[in-house]
């Protein structure tokens, strides 16, 4: 998906966060006004990651307003929401990390799927104080639940939740238990593989970066020590080399006849990319031979996987943007036709008959909506008949593709088996796709 590169582009602009390095990449999730900003506000100060004068800037009365850290646009700060995905980074002694402060609100869930596409685990927020905590079978927030369920369509690894303003109910402890409880079950149900719980106070710091002792009852670890646990995703070695073509440059020199004169360039999608390699150009279906890989930085080197590389053929091969290279025996063929499961995010709703264009890779395609199979329930989790799927929901769907595309069922391949639909009067991101 597109969306891969805006976490990318977050660890490439800081020079010491090499691509390859054990950074974690995360996001923050839930619904609005759980507290996202202001718990990556505490993580930056209690880090030490704050600059003073930046730190002096974000003075209201005395007071650190930790959530101004992250709304860096002006509409955010009047609205006191967050709208648009904000990248900030932080290390400690063992570990760099990537955070992604998500949207809450249901208006902006196509920003906050962009965010949880390429990530390696995901924080849900939960307000304690926006749920009837005195009950133990009390009912989740659908934003919460909306969430939480696109991070298992995601397939993000890890899913920690952290239930926040527990410091403003009078019993926390009975609090925490029941919400607790309500997540598990509502986990359990959804098939959700959820790494913690931990109770925290983002405004006063409680269990986030330093640990309040056995505040309501819980004797875990803290926020960050769970995060600088949970394992980062590795590249997709396990799959057949797919490489999406972004950029093709010609050499300047015209005397080099032993090979192709164009170095294609792009991100190792799945698989490894290696000199010597026989491989095939989709959609053309010509073969030829890797004669040589370079790295980002212009390096040779006989090998790269999961990173940005640059590859020379053997001969002269019709190749273009969007074109996929692939490994000639791995027998991946283009499809007309997928299922697919799809987080519809547009305001228009998603009907049968309806043209748009897929982005997969690099690779624009028409594709046309051929039925609506059903829509998810979120609230109950049933599949139940729908002809149209209604902004921010979920649904199965059939697609069909004006020209093929290289995909994989998204359960192998989070690259291959993954691609947007654009509508294509207002050019405005309206699906993810995830291939069945």
Not at 138 to 155: A, C, G
Not at 298 to 309: D, L, M, P, W
Not at 384 to 407: D, K, R, W
């Amino acid at each position: 998906m597109t969306t891969t590169a805006n976490f990318d582009a977050a660890i490439n602009a800081v020079p010491h966060f090499a691509p390859n390095a054990n950074a974690l990449k995360f996001i923050t999730c839930g619904s609005v006004d759980d507290g996202k900003s202001t718990l990556i506000g505490r993580l930056l100060v209690d880090t030490k990651a704050v600059l003073q004068d930046h730190l002096a800037g974000v003075q209201r009365q005395g007071e650190t307003d930790l959530a101004l850290l992250t709304d860096g646009l002006s509409a955010e700060r009047e609205q006191g929401i967050t709208i648009d995905v904000a990248y900030r980074y932080f290390s400690t002694e063992t570990r760099k990390f990537i955070i992604g402060d998500a949207p809450g609100h249901e208006q902006y869930t196509r920003n906050m799927v962009t965010a949880a596409s390429s990530a390696d685990a995901a924080v849900v927020l939960v307000d304690a104080t926006k749920l009837d905590w005195h009950d133990a079978q009390l009912t989740l927030l659908p934003q919460t639940r909306r969430h939480s369920l696109l991070l298992k369509l995601l397939r993000v690894p890890s899913v920690v939740f952290a239930i926040n303003k527990l410091d403003a109910v009078e019993d926390a402890t009975l609090a925490y238990q029941n919400i607790q409880g309500a997540l598990a079950k509502f986990a359990t149900e959804a098939g959700i593989n959820v790494k913690a719980w931990v109770p925290v106070s983002a405004l006063k710091g409680w269990n986030v970066v330093d640990s309040h002792a056995n505040w309501c009852a819980y004797t875990g670890p803290n926020l960050l020590q769970i995060l600088e646990t949970l394992p980062s995703t590795p590249a997709e070695a396990d799959v057949a080399l797919s490489f999406p073509v972004q950029w093709v440059e010609k050499f300047h020199d015209s005397n080099v006849t032993h090979q192709g004169r164009r170095v294609f360039w792009g991100r190792v999608a799945t698989g490894n990319l290696s000199v010597g390699q026989s491989v095939k150009v989709f959609p053309s279906g010509q073969t030829a031979t890797v004669a040589q890989v370079l790295s980002a930085t212009r390096q040779e080197k006989s090998e790269v996987t999961g990173q940005s590389a640059g590859l020379v053929l053997d001969r002269e091969v019709d190749v273009s943007r969007g074109d996929w290279i692939v490994a000639a025996d791995a027998g991946l063929e283009g499809q007309r036709q997928i299922d697919a499961t799809i987080a519809w995010m547009d305001d228009e709703p998603l009907v049968a008959g309806r043209l748009y264009w897929a982005l997969h890779g690099h690779r624009w395609v028409k594709a046309k909506v051929q039925r609506v199979v059903n829509r998810l329930n979120i609230n109950t989790l049933a599949k139940e008949e729908a002809s149209e799927l209604p902004a921010n929901s979920v649904g199965h769907v059939t697609l069909a593709f004006q020209e093929p595309l290289i995909t994989l069922p998204f359960a192998k391949s989070r690259i291959l088996g993954a691609l947007i639909l654009v509508d294509t009067a207002s050019h405005k991101t309206s699906g993810a796709v995830l291939v069945n």
